[in-house]
Nanobody, 126 residues
Framework: QVQLVESGGGLVQPGGSLRVSCTASGFTFSSYTMSWYRQAPGKEREWVATISAAGYNTKYTDSVKGRFTVSRDNAKNTVDLQMSSLKPEDPAVYYC???????????????????WGQGTQVTVTS
């Protein structure tokens, strides 16, 4: 049974930091490109970041470049998104995605296929 379980969301002040994590099971994690997406109320789901299967390549949407860092541990079947300098436009439900396609295909399309987690809420408020 495939599972992606996100954790680590919560409430943070503007300018603060938060780390969200995703733990995978039920499939060969190291063979999948992993991504983070987010969806704010009333908006479409937005691609945030992608890391290649081996972890060598990453790419970010422009609005989070320099502030967010995606990483993975294939030994632990986890992928993390470290978020810093959080802004009022960052609050959303953050979703983990496991996609069997290549890193290049995903960062070009910016649309996920494959498996999805249930999401974790990130709130930025003073």
């Amino acid at each position: 049974q495939v599972q992606l379980v996100e954790s680590g969301g919560g409430l943070v002040q503007p300018g603060g930091s938060l780390r969200v994590s995703c733990t995978a099971s039920g499939f060969t994690f190291s063979s999948y490109t992993m991504s983070w997406y987010r969806q704010a109320p009333g908006k479409e789901r937005e691609w945030v970041a992608t890391i290649s299967a081996a972890g060598y390549n990453t790419k970010y949407t422009d609005s989070v470049k320099g502030r967010f860092t995606v990483s993975r541990d294939n030994a632990k079947n986890t992928v993390d998104l470290q978020m810093s300098s959080l802004k009022p436009e960052d609050p959303a439900v953050y979703y983990c995605n496991a996609d069997p396609r290549s890193w290049y295909q995903i960062v070009t399309s910016r649309a996920g296929e494959g498996y999805w987690g249930q999401g974790t809420q990130v709130t930025v408020t003073s």
